[in-house]
């Protein structure tokens, strides 16, 4: 043999060409191959239009119910912390016992200062509207009555469940509960000699107060009046507030509270509090039950689905396979499918669950809760889940296709 036919024989069988029916490997040909799966793709949505629009409804629903869900989330805490405001205050800022000092008659161990409770919404760390109340007892007009010094207007709106009728005006002026007006006989309008130990002074009523509760039986007076007339300047028996978060929400500015005044405590109003923070939880766990068995009827019907186009193409698969199409261009062709679901399905989920939520803030608080776009990834993220989870079974068995029995039709 002629040793000079070696080296030009050795580079032919080195650039032999690929294999009949099988597409060239390398880097420079894997354009072609995302080609192949892009008409694969493209030809699957042309046939199959009616099975991928239920695909689609499916995804789209869950998208839409996850959205309306954490949109909800935020907007419904909000509205329902105010509508639970109408209970009143939810936290008390009361004098730190001090027996031996009581006992002595001091004014200052049975007080608050108002300069302490100005400070109370820097401690807090935000704009908490902080009521200073002084209690008295006394008279008025010649009966026997329960004086509460304070600002009326910001007191009303710690409890906007009270009747007021008229509204009252600015300036000085009283509000008197409606079972003292009736047994002093007084009405709006008129004026009333409002009295303590140490003097009196006459106020004209504003208006009348009904609420079915104790202070039918009080008369409110401005916070500075009433210091004046029992001569106790800059003081306050106690501090009202409404703290948002529910139980945790009162708990943590409970404590925030007692380690920076040392003259005052905090007293959470436990009934309050924990009403609004079970609420606020039951209404949570209902609307993550009803994501979770929307996103799983979803997934299902999304199973179902795949999983009939998939028998519907077994001899379309077959025959790519025949032509050279591995598992690579099958799994490329099912991930576009499942991408372009999850995607489509998460931009109509969101604009529809926009829609939702703006329609139950308006049925149920009549204003409307704006969406956030801050679930717009966490509804993607859910939705291409879902779909990732959907493809596995009819992923497998797609790729379980021989072609020579997919072409005989077994």
């Known amino acids: 043999m002629d040793s000079s036919r070696v080296p030009t024989e050795a580079p032919a069988s080195r650039g032999r060409a690929a294999p009949a029916g099988r597409p060239p490997r390398g880097i420079r040909h894997e354009p072609r191959r995302f080609i192949t799966s892009a008409r694969f793709l493209l030809r699957s949505l042309n046939l199959r239009g009616a099975a991928f629009l239920l695909a689609l409804l499916a995804v789209t629903v869950g998208a839409t119910v996850t959205a309306t869900v954490l949109n909800l989330k935020a907007g419904l805490k909000e509205k329902m912390s105010r509508e639970l405001r109408a209970y009143g205050p939810n936290l008390l800022v009361v004098p730190r016992s001090d027996t031996a000092a009581q006992r002595a008659g001091d004014p200052a161990s049975i007080t608050l200062l108002e300069e302490d409770l100005r400070a109370v919404p820097a401690i807090l760390g935000s704009r908490t509207a902080v009521v200073p109340v002084l209690i ?208 489509l399905g998460t931009l109509a989920g969101l604009v529809l669950g926009a829609g939702v939520t703006r329609l139950i803030g308006e049925g149920l608080f009549g204003a409307p809760i704006e969406a956030s776009l801050s679930v717009a990834p966490v509804v993607l993220g859910m939705s291409m889940l879902i779909c990732l989870i959907a493809v596995y079974v009819p992923l497998r068995r797609a790729l379980a296709i021989q072609p020579a029995a997919a072409l005989r039709g077994e």
């Open 136 to 343: 008295a007892g006394g008279t008025a007009a010649g009966h026997a009555a329960t004086l509460v010094g304070a600002d009326f207007d910001a007191l009303h709106r710690l409890y906007p469940g009270w009747r007021l009728e008229p509204a009252p005006p600015a300036g000085p002026a009283c509000v008197l509960g409606v079972a003292l007006a009736r047994r002093a006989g007084a009405r709006a309008g008129d004026p009333i000699e409002i009295g303590t130990g140490s003097g009196s002074a006459t106020l004209r009523v504003a208006s009348l107060l009904s609420t079915g509760e104790a202070e039918d039986e009080q008369v409110f007076v401005p916070l500075a009046f009433l210091q004046g007339l029992v001569d106790r300047p800059g003081q306050a028996s106690f501090a009202a507030l409404s703290i948002d978060g529910g139980a945790p929400g009162v708990g943590r500015a409970s404590a925030a509270i007692d380690r920076a005044l040392p003259r005052a405590r905090a007293r959470p109003l436990r009934a309050i509090a924990l009403a609004e923070g079970a609420l606020l939880d039951r209404l949570d766990r209902m609307m993550h039950l009803l994501t979770l068995v929307i996103l799983l009827l979803s997934g299902l019907c999304l199973v179902t689905t795949l999983m009939s186009m998939v028998v519907e193409r077994e001899s379309e698969i077959g025959l790519a396979r025949a032509i050279g199409a591995g598992d690579g261009e099958i799994f490329r062709m099912f991930l576009g499918e499942i991408g372009l679901l999850g995607v």
